[in-house]
């Protein structure tokens, strides 16, 4: 009885998906609930990580998919090594080994790989294995596949503003030309247009310090569903609701274009 209306709404959902071309061109996902889904199974913590990573891939092939130019993942965050020594570790060792399962893949898909965040503070290993996967994809043009990895909005924001008062200082930058194109060019995303939706999972409703410059003008989309659980299902719920969303940036047409 449950079952039904649910099968025929997401079969109605992705129907309408395929067809209508108003797709976020940047998708910024907050992956958030791998301790709450590994908790629920009685697994320890780490288990929920793991399962979280292969879930990227699946989420990626759906980007890919529908058309998404870019997707922004906040994978960890300048707050995130607050928490205990193992976890972090571990965390920091998963991009590795996602690059070792699923790079080839990605390659095959046209994917490129890129990273925002204070990179040179990861360990080593991360950086060496990041690395090597953003110089082999460096020349596919697909989907920009965009890890927020030691990510934090405030620290990016100030890094910016020391940057920008030293280019004053040394006279390459005139203060008086200063506007909002040249801060966003201070900043790790300079290389891409603002997102279009900002999802988040686990049923949190905050930004924990993601993109606060970025997404000024972004929609927002929030489930109760655990970032493993976030599947194809899921995601295409979330690009349906955008569909009908009216994006006025302060004026009164929805259109993106006009108003720039
Ligand atoms: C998101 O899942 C992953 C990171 C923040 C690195 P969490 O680890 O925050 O999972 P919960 O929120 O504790 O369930
Ligand atoms: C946000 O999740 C950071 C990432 C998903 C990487 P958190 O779990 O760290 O956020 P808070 O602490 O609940 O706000
Ligand atoms: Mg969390």
């Known amino acids: 009885m449950f079952r039904l209306p649910f099968f025929k709404k997401s079969k109605q959902n992705k129907q309408q998906i395929d067809t209508i071309h108003n797709v976020p061109e940047h998708i910024a996902i907050i992956m ?7 908790k629920q199974r009685g697994l320890p913590r780490l288990a929920g990580h ?35 020594k193992s976890e972090v570790d571990y965390i920091l060792k998963l991009p590795k080994e996602f690059i070792h399962i699923y790079l ?68 390459s930058l005139d ?19 603002d997102p279009d939706l900002v999802i988040r999972t686990s049923g949190e409703q905050r930004l924990s310090n993601f993109l606060l ?11 109760d569903v655990y970032w493993p659980d976030f599947d194809e299902t899921v995601f295409e719920q979330a690009l349906h609701d955008y569909q009908s969303r009216k994006r006025r940036f302060g004026g009164l047409t929805n259109n993106k274009l006009k108003q720039e």
């Not at 200063?178 to 060019?185: C, F, H």
């Open 213 to 223: 410059w970025q997404i000024a003008y972004a929609e927002f989309w929030f489930t």
């Open 175 to 193: 203060i008086e030309k200063l506007d909002e194109q040249i801060v966003s060019n201070y900043l790790y995303t300079k290389d891409f247009i």
């Open 32 to 38: 958030d609930g791998n301790g709450r889904w590994a």
């Open 50 to 84: 793991k399962q979280g990573m292969d879930n990227i891939k699946d989420i990626v092939r759906t980007a890919n998919k529908h058309g998404v130019k870019i997707l922004t993942l906040y994978a960890f965050s300048t707050e995130n090594w607050k928490r205990p």
């Open 104 to 171: 080839p893949e990605l390659i095959e898909e046209n994917v490129q790989i890129k990273t925002i965040g204070a990179f040179d503070l990861l360990p080593e290993h991360t950086q060496q294995a990041v690395n090597e996967a953003k110089k082999r994809t460096e020349a596919n043009n697909g989907l920009i596949l965009n890890i927020a990895l030691n990510y934090g909005s405030r620290d990016e924001i100030l890094q910016a503003i020391k940057q920008i008062t030293r280019d004053v200082q040394s006279n």
